[in-house]
């Protein structure tokens, strides 16, 4: 295994390209299933996750051609068999969303639960319920989900007791194809549930309410569906932790080629924070604060502070002048950061899901340890502004979301290598 090691404290200059964001190009891939012919994807992040989705879609028997780092083109008219195998869904938990569009397409499938994760339990019976309500029958069997619509799925009213991302795309993807209309209530609207829609309404799909918690589509009747190339929307959350790049250390740095109405709820709190941000449509600009003020966040679905910020926030919280608190709401295991902070020398305690960070923290470096994406990209930042140098391990998991990271991190001037264990 590797592992990053980061000379502190840093001094950032420049600006980062963003790449297209992971959690939108996963459910554009389980949209390929749905595609009649040539289904091209472009602005493709070239991270681990992706990778993973697209063998999982050869092992299904669809045939792709990677025209480029950040390009592919997938053809599934190959496929031959409708199974998702344990190996590869306990390696990447958003494979199930191969299970909504398998099924409408083929009228069977086998998915293997994708079990819990270091952040949670991670259920998945809001995907199952909705799928039944579609005229789905699914089954739990030594480990694999059996679903069977021998008659298509038909189009059902389906409310959502909690709002899920993937369990919207899977839905999404499933109601496109079933007869008649389906009505989603309590929906996602997160940008990347928002694409997902838009891509489906230009092949023609009849979609009524995109970007609100009320969708009705109105399905093909089983018909495949023709795509145009498709450029997945930038990742507001590698935008969102390269800005708390700069936050910690108070530099000014830049973001590029970013939907900067994506990331309000960022904008908003890093302004809360001190920072100036200059912003328009492609790009933000972070400027120096003049003084770093504590704040508190509570994480939401979108458009309210995203979740999968909260430890990047925590590692920024730990040089406000004060004692900022951070209420995790969505997931019931999303604090581990918080021990790995605490051995750079953060001033954390946790009540619950709330943390109470004490700043301002010297940090000083040393070797900490990556649980989860997300976490680990907290554990750069905080290495940033550590005094001496701090080894990040286990950052296969920083592989599965951020692309090209030593190379962002040294053009912004940040003295880092990967080194083997
Ligand atoms: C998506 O996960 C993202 N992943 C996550 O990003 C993100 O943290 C999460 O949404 C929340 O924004 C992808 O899009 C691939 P959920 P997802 O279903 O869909 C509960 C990252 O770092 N729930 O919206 O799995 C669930 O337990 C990842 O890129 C049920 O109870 O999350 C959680 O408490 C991490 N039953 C809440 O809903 C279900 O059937 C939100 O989960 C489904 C979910």
Known sequence: MDYLKIQGPAHLSGKVKIQGAKNAALPLLALSIIARGKFTLTNLPDVADIATFLKLLGELGATYDKKAANEVVIDTKSITHQKATYDIVRTMRASILVLGPLLARFGYC?????GGCAIGARPINLHIKALEAMGANITIEEGYIRAVAEDGLVGANIT???????????????AALAKGTTHLYNVAKEPEVVQLCEELAKAGVMIKGIGTSMLE???????LLEFAPIRVIPDRIEA????????ITNDEISVEDICSHHLSAIIDKLEEIGFVLS???TSITLHRAKELAPFSLTTGEYPAFPTDMQAQFMALATQCNGTSSIEEKLFENRLMHVSELQRLNANITTSGNTALIKGKSELVG???????????????????????ESRVHRIYHLDRGYERLVEKLRGLGVEVSRERE
């Open 110 to 114: 086998e998915v293997s639960l994708p």
């Open 160 to 174: 959502f007791d909690k709002i899920t991302v993937t369990g919207s795309e899977n839905a999404i993807l499933a």
């Open 366 to 388: 040393t070797d900490v340890m990556a649980t989860d994406l997300r976490a680990s990209s907290a554990l750069i930042i905080a290495a940033l502004i550590a005094r001496g």
């Open 240 to 247: 969102g932790t390269y800005l708390c790049m700069g936050a």
């Open 217 to 223: 589509i109105s399905g093909s009747e089983g018909e």
């Open 279 to 281: 912003v328009n449509e």
